[in-house]
């Protein structure tokens, strides 16, 4: 899992979108993205109730993610 795309709101075309990233270096770390706000997230709060889409990335045998 590299990303989570988190909706708020009453309908999918009505609320507010946030995004949740992990760097692919080392250290492995998770960034809240919400509107022009980027700040350090702990990993046990990425998945919610308000995840909607979630991005994953191919693990390759010899690629370090």
Known sequence: LIGVVNHIGATID???YTTYARQLTDPLLWFS???EH???IDE???I???AY???YIKHEEDAYY
Do not use: C
Request: aromatic content about 6%; hydrophobic content about 35%; charged content about 15%.
């Open 44 to 46: 046990s709060n990425i």
């Open 33 to 35: 993205f919400n509107d």
């Open 53 to 55: 889409i979630l991005v």
């Open 38 to 40: 980027v700040s350090p």
């Open 14 to 16: 009505r609320g507010h």
């Open 48 to 50: 919610s109730q308000d």
